[in-house]
């Protein structure tokens, strides 16, 4: 029974992560998406108690899956510097490609939570961190890397909301200047 269960919280996970890509978390029902799947509404909400829960559920998975992909293509890259402007693009260009998944990966209610939650909980998040620890490294920069990560991460959300809006498209000379400005600022 367990495997079964397991395949049903995978499935609920599949399908909800597809309906935020196609219409964004605001659009999401769990009625629609039990639905979906051939499941009733209470039948679902034997796999998660709430739409928290869900959505904590897909946020998780996300980070776990943005984590395997940023390593494999930051898996070559030896400079920490050049990695973490490499990790940037990807998500910028990723808010252009897929708006509505990005927006809800770094907004909704659980991914906003991610600096209060224990390491190992937002596999994506502990990369950056791990990736901003071994700029300051290199750079012999000793402040709290989460000074910088808020930093980085303020210009990339809010970067990323432009780009998700349709205000400004992704610009990499933008995204490296931005990079050295916070890493010189860091140094002072």
């Known amino acids: 029974m367990v495997g079964i269960s397991h395949d049903t919280d995978q499935r609920i996970l599949e399908q909800a992560m597809n309906m935020i890509r196609e219409n964004g978390e605001d659009q999401l029902s769990l009625r629609k998406l039990a639905r979906a799947i051939g499941l009733t509404t209470g039948a679902f909400y034997k796999h998660f108690a709430t739409k928290d829960a869900l959505l904590r559920a897909v946020t998780q998975l996300l980070s776990q899956r943005e984590e395997a992909e940023m390593a494999q293509v930051l898996g070559q890259i ?41 390491p190992g909980q937002f596999g994506f998040y502990d990369q950056v961190i791990q990736l901003i620890k ?15 990560f ?10 990323g909301l432009l780009i998700d809006s349709g205000i400004t498209s992704y610009d990499p000379n933008l995204v490296r200047k931005t990079l050295k400005d916070l890493l010189e600022v860091s140094n002072d």
């Open 78 to 118: 030896t400079d920490p510097e050049e990695k973490l402007l490499v990790m940037a693009a990807e998500i910028l260009e990723r808010f252009e490609a897929d708006p509505h998944l990005m927006h809800f990966l770094f907004f909704n209610p659980a991914a906003r939570d991610v600096l209060k939650v224990e």
């Open 134 to 148: 071994d700029v300051l490294r290199k750079r012999g920069i000793t402040i709290d890397p989460q000074i910088l």
């Open 150 to 159: 808020i930093q980085l991460w303020s210009f990339i959300q809010g970067y």
